[in-house]
């Protein structure tokens, strides 16, 4: 079996503490019980794969299978329907997606950057805080910050 690099196991340690964090959490959209789910897909920007900005927590069917709004139906109807009810009931998380989507071309993360989040998540455990209040955090931190840091 061939060994994880270190960079991928921090990562993968980094994952965990977002699942346990977001498993069973309220659907964002009609509160039956959902899961973390990317607003810019992890694949296209791993700098912000565990950012707390770039998650909510979404049901099954408003994640992947609904028919009226899910963020990632096959039906580009739907999912424009999730990105209106961003825009209406989250703008300032919508705001923080448009503002960094395109950051997955000059940002890059490495094992130092999976263990800055993995930090980052054990605090927030140890603090206690809700979700939202941890969301609402980072937004008010991340409109004041002057410059972004690459590792944020």
């Known amino acids: 079996m061939a ?23 309220p659907c964002a959209i009609c509160g039956k019980p959902g899961a973390g789910h990317h607003l ?10 565990h950012n707390i900005c770039n998650l909510i927590p979404l ?21 424009e329907r999730f990105c209106k009810w961003m825009r209406k009931n989250r703008p300032w ?17 490495n094992r130092k950057h999976y263990e800055k989040m993995i930090q980052w998540w054990d605090d927030l455990d140890d603090s206690g805080k809700l979700i939202e209040e941890a969301l609402a955090d980072e937004l008010e931190a991340d409109r004041s910050s002057p410059a972004q840091e690459d590792t944020k």
């Open 59 to 79: 049901c099954q069917a408003h994640h992947m299978l609904g028919s009226d709004l899910a963020a990632h139906s096959t039906s580009s109807l739907v999912v």
């Open 40 to 49: 810019i897909p992890k694949g296209r920007c791993g700098v912000h794969r």
């Open 3 to 25: 060994r994880r690099s270190p960079t991928l196991k921090a990562r993968d340690l980094a994952d965990e503490r977002v699942k346990f964090r977001y498993k069973g959490q």
């Open 93 to 109: 998380q919508w705001a923080w997606v448009k503002e960094h989507e395109h950051d997955g071309a000059t940002k890059h993360a």
